[in-house]
């Protein structure tokens, strides 16, 4: 080839185009990769949604029980609730605040919500006073 001539060979072609396939299976994964950790993220909100909303209605107007209830929502998730009873008073009054004459129980709440078979998870806990020592809400 003479000094003269411009343009390029079929080698200096060949290695940009397989330089540029590599940059863009590299752009294509990274794009896939973002997309899923979105997708991800999603669902862990909803999950933290739910399990508020779960965690919001125990005990209203329910007596508050120790043990575990669990069920299934729409979309594949799956909730667990757990009531345990935490300490009991007899006495009507507790840091200066008159309860009732039944005395209070406190109860720890514990809300996991699954999806994905079990492999992911959320899981909120709260402390609620019951009255008495029965503990209706």
């Known amino acids: 080839m003479r000094a003269d001539q411009r343009g390029f060979t079929l080698l200096e072609v060949m290695v940009a ?3 540029a396939a ?38 209203l107007g329910n007596t508050l029980r120790p ?13 667990r609730v757990h009531v345990a009873r935490v300490a009991v008073t007899t006495s ?19 809300v996991t919500v699954s999806w994905d078979d079990g ?5 909120l806990s709260s402390a609620r ?3 008495g020592r029965g503990g209706t809400a």
């Open 119 to 123: 492999k992911r998870a959320v899981t």
């Open 129 to 131: 006073l019951g009255r």
């Open 92 to 110: 009507p009054q507790i840091a200066g605040i008159t309860l009732n004459d039944e005395g209070a129980t406190l109860y720890r709440i514990t």
């Open 17 to 19: 185009f397989a330089i």
């Open 67 to 79: 043990g575990v209830t669990e069920g299934s929502d729409r979309g594949g998730y799956h909730w």
């Open 22 to 59: 590599i940059a863009l299976a590299v752009l294509f994964r990274a794009t896939v990769s973002g997309l899923g950790i979105t997708a991800t993220a999603d669902r862990y909100q909803e999950a933290v949604a739910r399990a508020r909303s779960h965690l919001a209605v125990i005990g």
